[in-house]
């Protein structure tokens, strides 16, 4: 019996990089790669992906698992014409960043099958030139199955992170959206947030900031587009933490304003016992 | 003539890389050190400073300038005993890094010819044991004379600076406290909050957390004690940055919660093309 066919729908960044692990893992395992334009189709047949194409029926046809590795707001369109030429018992998956409103989309069209993915695997650069065979090694994937998931989607879908070397977890939807908008989403926006703090002529300061001020607001020099349309897509959960950091900075406005010395180390000393149980190396990539 | 004589008071790692600094541009010099322990005077000897003690007044007689190289809570009990012993021609300075209360307590103290000092260099690591030569070295240097400071005292601590190969800056005590509240001591403040933000099992996250989260709160990490009090002495400038802080956040909340794609994008862009006018390589060094 031939390995299970995986049909990869938008090879960019992510998608290239699982096409080319799955081909490292198992060469014999057929990958069909769909794209929305041609110059994408020829530049991954140039890779060796001869099953590429621009035919999203024929993509899909007998496939075992389907990746949407489309930017979010184009899987609703994308995922309509897909339960129409998929087999009923593909296991159904997407790459986005964030999970809640995926699933409620995507779990009535393939009840049962559809199971969210979140690589935690990135780099500044994006497009399928930027694919890597090793870019999920050694990173976590959070997998988001809904209660009714079938036990075989899950699995299948499991066994494909954990092929191309990801490490899987597994929380709902709702505990990774608020996970990601707590260690990426909303220090994003807190970062930038920093840097507006040095006012009109900001970068005037820049002659005396450390490597501290530097690293703290390192990610406010990302893709603004990029980054807009992440906020804005977890934002519930962005607007929760923003509140909850709010209150935790009320918090210690009080100790700092009455000069409560002890509480204030305290403060400090709660985070940094957190931070330092950080291992030096990250795991994870981001976005 | 010989060159003037500087008093280095409190050798570790500031007060030490500046004696170390000093001699290593003119041998000829007269640095003389003192140290309230016998155990540092030791090790200031070993190096080879000779004229190093425990005795203030034999360490400021002849001085030409004076560096308070003490925890700024240690200053004024020091300085009592200092302007008994020195000329009354001689230049002081300190090395602290918040300017407002320092000066407030020095200038009269010293009138005309205190000029409060920044030098913006710093290591992970204290002590004599830790000085370098090199420290300074294109470091910027914030000096903060008063209206009423004699110009041949900003002179002559401009040029302390300058020979140790720092970038020499003025401004005033206020706008000095303001600047590193905003771009050192309230963005520590941040980072410890968004360590926070994880909640009570937040070292759990770790395995999530990407380069970008573990940037933006690396400082968090930082001594409790050390920053404890850096924060508790410029309190008042970080209550004011926090205000204007949250204030800011709650202009994005807007943003996000109305989902107004486009100015959420501007915020962004806004604090990017802040951020990437700074310069790749750090010229300050932290605290």
Redesign the interface.
């Known amino acids: 019996m031939l390995p299970a066919k995986v049909a990869i729908l938008g090879p960019g960044l992510i998608g290239g990089s699982l096409a080319l692990a799955l081909r490292d893992s198992d060469p014999s395992r057929p990958v069909s790669l769909w794209a929305r334009r041609d110059a994408t189709v020829q530049e991954v047949q140039r890779a060796g992906f001869r099953d590429a194409g621009t035919d999203l029926a024929a993509a899909v046809r007998d496939a075992s698992v389907v990746v949407f590795c489309v930017p979010v707001e184009k899987i609703a369109d994308l995922a309509r014409d897909v339960v129409l030429h998929c087999p009923n018992s593909a296991c159904i998956t997407d790459v986005g960043s964030t999970k809640q409103r995926v699933v409620d989309w995507m779990d009535p069209l393939f009840p049962g099958r559809f199971v969210g993915s979140h690589p ?1 695997a ?1 780099s500044e650069k994006s497009g399928f030139a930027a694919a890597s065979t090793t870019l999920f090694r050694g990173a ?1 994937c ?1 997998l988001t199955p809904t209660s009714r998931a079938l036990t075989e989607a899950i699995e299948g879908i499991r066994r494909l992170w954990l092929e191309v070397g990801a ?1 899987v ?1 597994l929380m709902t939807a709702a505990a990774h959206d608020r ?2 908008a ?3 989403h ?14 009109e002529n ?2 005037d ?21 990029l ?3 992440i ?2 897509e977890n ?1 519930a959960e ?2 929760s ?6 209150e ?3 918090n ?2 009080a100790l ?2 009455e ?1 409560r ?1 002890s509480e ?9 016992t ?6 030096v190396h ?6």
Chains 1, 2 share one sequence.
């Open positions: 935690m990135g976590p959070i490490r977890e996970l990601v707590r260690i990426s909303f220090p994003h926006l807190a970062a930038s947030a920093l840097v507006q703090l040095l006012g900001g970068s300061s820049q002659h005396f900031a450390g490597t501290g001020y530097r690293d703290t607001t390192r990610v406010a020099a990302g893709s603004a587009e980054w807009a349309g906020l804005s934002r962005i607007v933490a923003l509140d909850e950091f709010v935790i900075l009320q210690s406005r700092l304003s000069n010395l204030l180390h305290d403060f400090l000393f709660r985070a940094k957190t931070r330092d149980q950080f291992p990250p795991v994870a990539r981001d976005v």
